[in-house]
């Protein structure tokens, strides 16, 4: 990779210090906001391990009357359960903001509580429950997408001030400093020359 280009002066020197400053003392912060969003992408997962494990209880309850959810008097028991909207607040997590579940809304039952069967009422409930717990489960993998994608982003900015702002700052400073040392030495030894020519000089007219 050819060095980046510089001016090898004073200005750009106090620039390129700042700079580094700078860098060193955002790359912590980074690096905390990349700790922070890590810890909560596994307790997310674990919610979501959690909330999975109580769908597939809710589906195995369900699984023994799935072939008779539609019930004679015309009561449809899964559309019936079926909610209206999902309810969210959201969080903030290191500066990402996130859907977190309140509550799950279902419609109002439009059949007749006295004609039809006790069952169907059980029923619905538990396919409430499963439809609930769908409903954590898709909040939930939109939490880890949101918060994967903002680590993802961190990671990045990480490595660019680790592996190339910081190091290309570091070297700046060191060019600069070994170029101004060596006018520095040239200079003095322009002096020292001009210094012996004067004495000389001065000599050659007392002589």
């Avoid at 195995?60 to 359960?81: F, H, R």
Wanted: net charge positive.
């Amino acid at each position: 990779m050819a060095k980046k280009k510089i001016k090898l002066t004073r200005p750009e020197l106090k620039r390129q210090r700042e700079s580094l400053k700078r860098f060193r003392r955002y790359l912590p912060m980074l690096k905390l906001k990349q700790q922070m969003l890590q810890i909560r992408i596994r307790q997310i997962t674990a919610e979501l391990n959690e909330a999975e494990d109580k769908t597939k209880a809710a589906e195995d309850k369900l699984s023994p009357y799935k072939s008779i959810l539609v019930d004679p008097s015309g009561v449809n028991a899964e559309a019936t359960a079926e909610p209206d909207r999902t309810e969210t607040t959201t969080e903030n997590v290191a500066g990402v903001q996130i859907p977190v579940f309140k509550e799950i809304i279902f419609p109002k039952p439009d059949y007749s509580l006295f004609v039809t069967p006790p069952w169907v009422d059980g029923t619905i409930e538990d396919l409430k429950d499963r439809n609930r717990c769908i409903a954590i489960e898709d909040i939930l993998r939109r939490q880890i997408d949101l918060v994967q994608d903002e680590l993802t982003t961190i990671i990045q900015r990480v490595n660019l001030f680790e592996k190339v702002m910081i190091p290309e700052a570091t070297e700046a400073i060191r060019r600069i400093r070994i170029h101004l040392g060596d006018q520095m030495t040239a200079a003095v030894g322009r002096a020292k020359i001009a210094k012996a020519k004067l004495e000389k000089a001065g000599r050659e007219v007392d002589a």
